[in-house]
């Protein structure tokens, strides 16, 4: 069973714009983690935060995390080209627990 | 340093033929996973190593899929015999323990005829 959604399934911006995917999940969490995909490649971590957190910043990405509501945003600023790809979020319920995978995000970056 | 190797790529098959994958992990990583991703979905874990013991293969289809993890380095992913469903990207990824980061393979593409 998944643990997390990715909202919305699809996005598509130009160039330059913010680009912003919500999750939601339904138990408590560890942490929550967000992967990026590339058409035909395996996945590439981005950025961790735990559940005692609430904000974590890495060069163009933010990511906050709400647990009151269940809830954790990626932001990609200033968009490009190459940023076009699927994004899940992934949660983790306890330290040694598996990491459950959600839908995912296609994001289309218009150049 | 080499990324997570799996081979082949690609593969295609007809229904009730046998196929494994194959898997390199990351040098000096204990924990290994294996992935299922169908079109459009998250990956879906398998089964994890913990060196060469099977931690969690709550997910695996035991009466098709067998994996092992001989010597606690590679891996081998096999299904036997094939059905149409199993038709998905079966990904691997290795970390250190099961708490760190993990690092995924580029996949292989399976195609069940």
């Known amino acids: 069973s998944q643990q997390g959604e990715e909202d919305p399934q699809a996005l598509s911006i130009q160039e330059g714009e913010n680009a912003t995917m919500n999750c939601s999940y339904k138990?408590?969490?560890?942490?929550l983690q967000w992967y990026r995909q590339n058409s035909g490649r395996g996945l590439v971590h981005l950025i961790l935060?735990?559940?005692?957190?609430r904000e974590k910043h890495s060069g163009r990405l933010r990511v906050t995390l709400d647990t009151s509501k269940k809830s954790s945003s990626l932001l990609i600023t200033a968009s490009r080209a190459a940023d076009t790809a699927s994004y899940f979020c992934?949660?983790?319920?306890?330290?040694?627990?598996?990491?459950?995978f959600g839908p995912g995000t296609s994001l289309s970056v218009i150049p | 340093e080499a990324g997570v190797v799996q081979s082949p790529r690609y593969k295609i098959i007809e229904k009730k033929q046998p196929v494994a994958f194959w898997c390199n992990p990351i040098?000096?990583?204990?924990?290994l996973y294996w992935y299922r991703q169908n079109l459009g979905q998250g990956p879906e874990l398998l089964i994890r190593?913990?060196?060469?013991?099977?931690?969690?293969d709550s997910q695996l289809p035991k009466d098709r899929f067998s994996a092992e993890r001989l010597k606690g380095v590679d891996s081998t992913l096999k299904i036997q015999p094939a059905e149409l469903g199993d038709s998905a990207v079966y990904l691997c990824?290795?970390?250190?323990?099961?708490?760190?980061?993990?690092?995924f393979g580029p996949g292989t593409r399976l195609t069940v005829l």
């Open positions: 990824a290795s970390s250190l323990a099961a708490v760190n980061t993990q690092y």
């Open positions: 138990t408590s969490i560890n942490n």
């Open positions: 935060i735990r559940s005692n957190e």
């Open positions: 992934a949660t983790v319920k306890t330290s040694y627990d598996k990491v459950i």
């Open positions: 040098s000096g990583h204990n924990t």
């Open positions: 190593y913990e060196n060469e013991e099977a931690v969690d």
